[in-house]
């Protein structure tokens, strides 16, 4: 039988101390909220007071219940007062020494029976409860912000947690309708240590000039569905607070991914800290308020100068699934296209594809029948790639293989006019390797689309060191006109958007492989601590374990980070055929 708390202390009572204090009242629990002096009492008390006024305001909690909740919360600055609870959770600043210190306090004031409970993000749990008597009743409780809203609490073990108090804190944790996940004591846990590394990872890569703040963010937005970028999430989060989290990360792991950026101690020590003080990697329109305004690295009007070339015809080579839906997207923009695949029998068996997505849509009523048939109209198939020779812009999508796309372009260096635009969807090899197959490289460039290219909004326009200007404002245009958003990158592996994703999808498998969490566990932790879409383990299912691995080699042999190499389990995952939903097996059995 779980341990019934009637009665918690909450010692901080900042944005997060007062959230915990609310969650624990709505739930009929008696709190006593600490703080060190008067001030800062009355600002948390404040923290409550609007936090609860909200919530009445939006219907989720009623004006009795809200003045029920208030009433069961008392206020003070004597730790004292703490003498009697059941549990005391701390959520005072991320310094060891200062929640070392104040476990010793309570340690001669609370019963034997009281368990203590850190809501660190980063530091040890060890190192904290070894300052008490009874490291066995010491364990880390970590709310997410804001913490009435997030549903995940990590709970957190260390070697001599005892068990009852760690099954007594999780069933807490359920009472106040949370989703616990029990983990060891790591720096970060699992959502920080897999969140930061990502956020570090971008930072780095904006400190490189390799892409702009707006275009990294664009790209996990619109590429990945996240809640935000990662440098606007690192003003939101404090960059002052991600480079101590990150700091303690990497003393612990030593692992170089986690080293902070130097962009992000050099903006600390600068004192742009983000949204908090109104500037970080975006300027806002004053402290804590989430407009962005323009600020002199805000692009003026357009990327690229010299005008675009005319694009009336396309050619789309292939026809899997992208080459379907590229050229689905094309013609419904009003574009004629030809779909070339290797036989007349392909071509028709591509074009049918096309015409029963764009059946799909007019049934679903985003699309009306006659929009369907003028589509259908300008959509020619063909099995000849001498068709391709009248095309303003032609696109690849074939296989993902560097010999097959090389010699593709070689054959079309022949074929097509002059002034044509060659493009490469390859979404991790070399797009110089297709332009240099060719007598014309400036003309060549690679138009990441994003599967299904229908339904997805990104487009990463990726330049070589030799393509020319107006072939980007071309491809631009092109974006504008097909309803997509692209964002400019150089021309190295995993461009922006798996460069981002697949080490953190790697960073998470190595989790797994480590026995620190379960899969469920992670995947839960990532949505619902992050707000991700799918966790790191569905998502990789989806994508294809054998595609993650080829992606994460790619990444290896380009940057020979350590850190980068793809986990063994993930390679023996791959060895075993087991590689996802495609073959009803991965890291979860798709059978049922």
């Not at 990327?303 to 050229?327: C, E, L, N, Q, Y």
């Not at 032609?394 to 097509?416: N, P, W, Y």
């Not at 393509?467 to 071309?474: G, H, I, M």
């Amino acid at each position: 039988m779980a341990r019934d708390f009637k009665t918690v202390g909450v010692v901080g009572l900042g944005t997060m101390g007062a959230g915990i204090a609310e969650v624990l009242a709505r739930n009929g629990i008696r709190v006593y909220g600490v703080e060190q002096d008067a001030a800062a009492l009355n600002r948390g008390r404040a923290h409550v007071a609007h936090s609860t006024r909200r919530a009445v305001s939006k219907g989720k909690l009623s004006a009795q219940d809200a003045a029920a909740l208030l009433d069961r919360v008392t206020f003070t600055t004597d730790l004292a007062d703490l003498a009697g609870v059941d549990l005391v959770i701390e959520a005072i600043p991320e310094r060891l020494e200062l929640k070392r210190g104040l476990f010793q306090q309570l340690d001669s004031i609370c019963g034997a029976d009281a368990i203590f409970a850190t809501n660190t993000s980063s530091l040890s749990v060890t190192e904290i409860s070894v300052a008490t008597s009874r490291p066995g009743r010491v364990v880390g409780i970590h709310f997410f912000n804001p913490a009435p809203v997030m549903k995940l609490v990590e709970v957190v073990r260390t070697v001599v947690t005892e068990p009852e108090v760690l099954a007594d804190v999780e069933a807490l944790a359920a009472r106040l309708g949370k989703s616990p996940v029990v983990i060891g004591d790591k720096a970060g846990f699992i959502a920080n240590a897999l969140l930061f590394g990502y956020l570090n990872h971008a930072a780095t890569m904006y400190e490189a000039r390799y892409a702009s703040r707006e275009d990294i963010d664009a790209a996990m937005r619109l590429g990945c569905r996240l809640p935000m970028g990662p440098l606007a999430l690192l003003d939101l989060i404090g960059l002052d607070t991600a480079y101590e989290i990150l700091d303690t990360m990497y003393k612990q792991s030593r692992d170089r991914l986690h080293a902070p950026a130097p962009i992000l101690k050099q903006m600390k020590t600068a004192g742009l800290l983000g949204r908090k003080v109104g500037r970080g990697f975006y300027t806002y329109e004053q402290p804590g308020v989430p407009t962005v305004v323009p600020d002199d690295l805000t692009s003026e009007g357009a990327k690229h100068a010299a005008p675009g070339r005319t694009v009336d015809r396309v050619a789309v080579v292939g026809s899997g699934t992208m080459a379907g839906g590229i050229a689905e997207v094309c013609v419904k923009a009003g574009l004629e296209t030809v779909q070339i695949a290797r036989s007349k029998e392909k071509a028709e068996a591509a074009r049918a594809a096309v015409e029963k997505s764009l059946g799909r849509a007019v049934a679903k009523g985003k699309l009306a029948a006659d929009e369907r048939d003028a589509a259908l109209a300008r959509l020619t198939s063909s099995g000849s790639l001498t068709d391709a020779a009248d095309c303003d812009l032609v696109i690849e999508a074939v296989i993902e293989d560097v010999e097959v796309k090389t010699a593709l372009f070689r054959e079309l260096d022949g074929i097509c006019k002059p002034g044509a635009v060659l493009a490469t969807t390859t979404s991790s090899l070399p797009v110089i390797d297709c332009a240099v197959a060719t007598s014309r490289p400036a003309d060549v460039v690679g138009i990441h689309f994003f599967n299904p290219a229908p339904v997805m909004e990104l487009v990463e326009v990726v330049h070589t060191v030799a393509t020319a200007s107006d072939v980007l404002t071309t491809v631009h245009e092109l974006c504008e006109r097909l309803g997509k958003h692209p964002v400019d990158c150089a021309d190295r592996a995993g461009f922006i958007v798996n460069a981002l994703l697949f080490p953190y999808l790697n960073d998470a498998v190595k989790m797994l492989q480590a026995h620190y969490a379960t899969a469920d566990g992670i995947d839960t932790a990532m949505k619902l601590g992050c707000g991700y879409p799918m966790g790191p383990f569905e998502l990789l299912d989806v994508v294809g374990l054998d595609v993650a691995l080829a992606i994460e080699r790619v990444l290896y042999l380009e940057f020979r980070e350590p850190g980068f190499a793809p986990a063994p389990l993930l390679e023996h995952l791959v060895t075993a055929g087991y590689l996802g939903r495609k073959t009803s097996r991965g890291f979860r059995d798709h059978t049922s």
